[in-house]
């Protein structure tokens, strides 16, 4: 038997340009179908319990979750969360401003960027709901949380996660990064002097997006994402990425719509191998519709 053809690795035009083409807003990110059926409320509220299982004191609000005793230093700490191939803001707005104090999110796809910023902005100027979508099915949301009374902040970054580095969000790993914007917090209007972008982040979180990456890539934004952990014993990486299916080995599906990769389990993992990193846990996110791909949430470091 011929041994079987290489896959096509992504090409990052290819892939801007298919997003491009689609609407800037949850339905064009997700899709309509995903909409209708409330995924990403259970998406969201699934993310936020895996982080506090792994972090408690990001908890807010006293809990069983929640420790009795948060050190001083780490209560009175401003937490920082990066968000790489973000969208339109959805995993930002849904999840990380509800757990940190600033957020860096970076996208590549221009109106995607576009209506991130907007929705910011918006949220900014105290609009009591944000409106978005298409015509058809528009989109109205609350504002962000914390962005109105400075209390958090969210940075907007266009970039490829090929170009941008997390360990020097102001310079990236190449000139391609572009710094657009910051709404709520900052630092000049604290205590703190000095900007503190480039200051490293507790969280990692990349969620449907690493699939634009070829293995390569991948294995070398990893590597830059470990070195941006402000704390190596705390900090954490997170991937929550579609699963294809596989026969105890490592296996990906090319979807030539897109230009995208989608992993099996052991690819996942070789690739964390590869790049130095050990999964710390690993669960699957339940709720979903049926007939869709197994989708897996990895903390790693």
């Known amino acids: 038997m011929p041994p079987l053809e290489p896959l096509p690795e992504p090409d990052v035009e290819d892939g801007i340009k298919y997003w491009e083409s689609q609407p800037a807003s949850y339905d064009g990110v997700l899709g309509?179908?995903?909409i209708a059926r409330s995924l990403p409320r259970v998406d969201a509220l699934g993310s936020r319990q895996f982080l506090m299982y792994l972090i408690p004191e990001l908890c807010t609000i006293p809990s069983a979750v929640r420790p009795l005793h948060v050190p001083e230093e780490l209560a009175n700490k401003r937490t920082r969360a990066l968000d790489v191939g973000a969208g339109v803001g959805r995993v930002t707005?849904?999840?990380?401003?509800h757990l940190f104090s600033d957020v860096v999110l970076v996208e590549p796809v221009e109106p995607f960027i576009a209506e991130a910023?907007?929705?910011?902005?918006?949220?900014a100027t105290g609009a009591t709901s944000i409106a978005g979508g298409?015509?058809?099915?528009?989109?109205?949301m609350a504002p962000w949380k914390g962005i109105r009374d400075k209390s958090k902040s969210v940075t907007f970054i266009q970039a490829t996660l090929q170009d941008f580095d997390p360990a020097r969000p102001t310079a990236g790993a190449s000139s391609k990064s572009k710094v657009l914007a910051r709404v709520g917090y900052s630092p000049a209007e604290s205590d703190s002097a000095g900007d503190d972008l480039d200051s490293g982040f507790d969280v990692?979180?990349?969620q449907w997006c690493l699939g634009a990456l070829s293995d390569?890539?991948?294995?070398?934004?990893?590597?830059?994402?470990?070195?941006?952990?402000r704390d190596p014993s705390r900090g954490l990486i997170v991937v929550k990425e579609n699963l294809c299916s596989e026969s105890g080995e490592p296996r990906a599906v090319f979807d030539e719509s897109d230009s995208s990769l989608t992993r099996s389990d052991l690819a996942w993992k070789k690739a964390f191998a590869d790049a130095g990193l050990r999964v710390i846990h690993e669960q699957v996110q339940h709720g979903f519709p049926e007939g869709l791909y197994t989708v897996k949430m990895y903390a790693l470091r």
């Open 32 to 34: 309509k179908t995903f």
């Open 93 to 97: 707005a849904d999840v990380l401003l």
């Open 117 to 123: 910023l907007r929705r910011g902005r918006a949220s």
């Open 134 to 140: 298409t015509e058809e099915n528009p989109e109205a």
């Open 204 to 206: 990692v979180w990349c």
């Open 216 to 229: 390569p890539d991948l294995v070398a934004f990893f590597r830059r994402s470990k070195a941006a952990l």
